[in-house]
């Protein structure tokens, strides 16, 4: 491969790279060519881009964050693979669906919300992460629960209110 050609894939993975949230680096060695593309067609379903990298482009494109992902550069051996998706959990889900199936892929790493995930053992962790929108919806219902009791309350105590004012009107 010519110089050129390894700095525009370094160049590319390093846009990848800052313009993601949230990236999985995996081990996908030893599928077959028919696992291999259901994988690819799983992560176009939902939205992940799976690239499949050369273990020293990749950590060149990674030492252009000036020491951020210094923990994964022990990682980078054998087969290498990023998935990168706009979601920090839906990865780790399709891992965890994907291999019931099949052995692979194993989770070497991830970077979510600015925090690095180290190991396989990760996965059900990474799989229980909740999004933004999530979130927000949790914290809305939370908020919406005060103010239903109390309109409930009111609208039961308005019954109430109402049948003791006509027994009251009916004894006179």
Do not use: W
């Amino acid at each position: 491969m010519k110089r050129e050609d390894k700095n525009t894939i370094i160049e590319n993975l390093t846009q990848y790279i800052s313009n993601s949230k949230h990236f999985y680096l995996t081990d996908i060695s030893n599928l077959n060519a028919e696992s291999t593309s259901k994988l690819r067609r799983a992560c176009f379903e939902k939205d992940i881009q799976l690239v499949v990298v050369k273990n020293t482009l990749l950590r060149k494109a990674l030492e252009k964050f000036d020491g951020k992902f210094e923990e994964l550069y022990g990682l980078l051996k054998n087969s290498t693979s990023i998935m990168f998706a706009d979601s920090a959990s839906i990865p780790a889900k399709l891992i965890k669906e994907f291999r019931k199936t099949y052995e692979k892929p194993l989770l070497k790493a991830a970077y979510v919300e600015e925090s690095i995930y180290i190991g396989d053992d990760q996965l059900d962790a990474l799989s229980s992460i909740k999004s933004k929108e999530e979130l927000v919806g949790d914290i809305i219902l939370l908020l919406q629960s005060p103010a239903k009791n109390v309109l409930s309350a009111l609208q039961s105590g308005k019954t109430k209110l109402a049948g003791i004012v006509k027994t009251l009107s009916e004894k006179e």
